[in-house]
């Protein structure tokens, strides 16, 4: 497996959940990182990348919510989810960023109003 993303779960409107994602060291050590989510009935977008170099960027509507951040000693790349909203739902993936590898299972995220 390239790509397992891990840690989401069911959670009221306003609460948190920290995703992460592990890959192997060849993967995490050429690539930027980034999540995407797919929303019900939507198309899968982009949420939040971070380079090699720790350069970072979230898109608007999660921006002030979520932190996106990478361990290189554990390869992995994590997804802080705060205040989060039932519009966060839908399934979320890992990939590099740019996208280059098939996509994994995800991990859903469910939040209650």
């Known amino acids: 497996v390239q790509l397992q993303a891990s840690g989401g779960g069911l959670v009221q409107a306003g609460g948190s959940l920290r995703l992460s994602c592990a890959t192997s060291?060849?993967?995490?050590?050429?690539?930027?990182m980034g999540w995407y989510r797919q929303a019900p009935g939507q198309q899968r977008e982009r949420v939040a990348f971070?380079?090699?170099?720790?350069?970072?960027n979230l898109i608007r509507a999660v921006r002030g919510r979520f932190t996106i951040s990478r361990d290189n000693a554990k390869n992995t790349v994590y997804l802080q989810m705060s205040s989060l909203k039932p519009e966060d739902t839908g399934v979320y993936y890992c990939?590099?960023?740019?996208?280059?590898?098939?996509w994994g299972q995800g991990t859903q995220v469910t939040v209650s109003s």
């Open positions: 971070i380079t090699a170099t720790d350069g970072s």
């Open positions: 990939n590099t960023f740019p996208i280059t590898l098939s």
């Open positions: 060291v060849d993967i995490f050590a050429r690539n930027g």
